[in-house]
């Protein structure tokens, strides 16, 4: 019976952790740290509005997928877009029949998310493909790539179907453990390796049949009780060629070289949500709202911003010379990517951000938890 019991409080234990308080103020039951008040916006970057768009409402850990030029977005309703990203117009919409769990996963060409009755849902050009039973939960958008669809479930099995009929492939499973995050997890693809956050490793995996190629341990459990173990991989993670860098929650920050599974370092790091980068530095927001980059060489910390404590920030984008990021009150936040000063803030619509920002050519976009989808290209 303990099991389920503390299934439910692991997903209490991430909302907690997203809102940043510790694990302790969990238990104890003080309350939420004060937000910070805003600074002062230099407003030394121009920043202006490009387009915007809607969804609906957001409920679920929304992954905002980018190809090529079009950007791939969700609502907890079951509707699915695929908007094109220099203009936001629609290129098409449909829905996976069921309330949304997890994604979304796309080509280009398939679309796939998950829903909260564990259905795998293929569409595309706004058409059901084909819906596959899952026998448990997920919370990480499926990945779509070669022709397959890759899914990480909450126990941290992974599998493969088809991508044109939905028929299994394969599945690689590990023995289960006491908690489960709910939220996104790792699942990416790098040259001819399907990597996958399994606890606190990353594994390099065949996509062909799912043996295991390697294991690289980001961080290493050490508490004395399961939350204080709960050291899951939890996305999006930074790559740049070879280089993957990645959380372990509440524990780590750390990068791995994926041609060999080789941990090329691990930072000490208390956060909760996957970091952003580029070929010079890894950006991640801690739990308490501090903004943090590091070294990608070497992981030696570069700067520390401070100023938005407790805000409740989502995980950070780097676009060239800029890290954005968004808050609980819908606010995107600009700073700059080498010593971490205020730029720029742009408010959307109040309800606050949804997923990372991403970036598509030279356009920057936040989804909102109403389902706004808001576009900005920097001046």
């Given at each position: ?63 905002i997928n980018v190809t090529g030029n079009q950007l791939a977005v969700a609502a907890g309703d079951g509707t699915v877009a695929v908007l094109d990203a220099a203009t936001g117009r629609d290129l098409w919409r449909g829905n ?271 989804v909102t938890r109403n389902g706004g989808v808001h576009a900005f290209v920097p001046q």
């Amino acid at each position: 019976m303990m099991k389920p019991v503390m299934r439910t409080l692991a997903v209490a234990l991430a909302a907690t952790a997203l809102a940043g308080c510790s694990v302790f103020s969990f238990f104890s039951g003080p309350e939420k740290p004060k937000a910070a008040e805003l600074p002062a916006n230099p407003a030394t970057l121009g920043v202006r509005p490009a387009w915007a768009n809607h969804v609906g409402p957001v409920n679920f850990p929304l992954v905002i997928n980018v190809t090529g030029n079009q950007l791939a977005v969700a609502a907890g309703d079951g509707t699915v877009a695929v908007l094109d990203a220099a203009t936001g117009r629609d290129l098409w919409r449909g829905n996976a029949g069921a309330p949304i769990a997890a994604g979304v996963g796309s080509d280009g060409t398939t679309l796939a998310v998950i829903t909260t009755a564990n259905d795998l849902v293929a569409l595309s050009g706004g058409r059901v493909l084909w819906r596959e039973k899952l026998p448990a939960q997920s919370y990480t958008a499926p990945l779509v790539a070669g022709n397959r669809v890759f899914v990480l479930a909450g126990d941290r099995s992974v599998s493969a179907f088809d991508g044109q009929s939905g028929r299994k492939l394969w599945t690689q499973s590990r023995p289960g453990e006491p908690l489960v995050l709910r939220q996104a997890g790792v699942l990416l693809a790098v040259g001819d390796t399907l990597l996958a956050g399994q606890g606190g490793r990353l594994v390099g995996f065949n996509p062909l049949n799912g043996s295991v190629r390697w294991e690289a341990p980001v961080a290493s459990a050490r508490g004395t009780n399961d939350v204080e173990r709960l050291i899951d991989l939890v996305g999006r993670v930074s790559r740049q060629g070879n280089s993957v860098c990645t959380r372990a929650f509440q524990t780590a920050v750390g990068c791995v070289d994926a041609s060999r599974g080789q941990v090329a370092w691990s930072k000490p790091a208390n956060g909760s949500d996957g970091v952003g980068g580029d070929d010079r530095f890894v950006v991640g927001t801690e739990s308490d709202g501090r903004v943090v980059a590091w070294r990608r060489d070497n992981g030696e910390r570069a700067w520390i911003y401070d100023r938005l404590l407790h805000r409740t920030l989502t995980g950070p984008v780097v676009v060239g010379s800029s890290v954005a990021f968004g808050d609980a009150d819908g606010n995107l936040h600009v700073l700059a990517r080498d010593d971490g000063t205020l730029r720029n803030r742009i408010p959307t619509d109040g309800s606050g951000a949804a997923a990372a920002p991403v970036v598509a050519g030279s356009t920057m976009v936040m989804v909102t938890r109403n389902g706004g989808v808001h576009a900005f290209v920097p001046q």
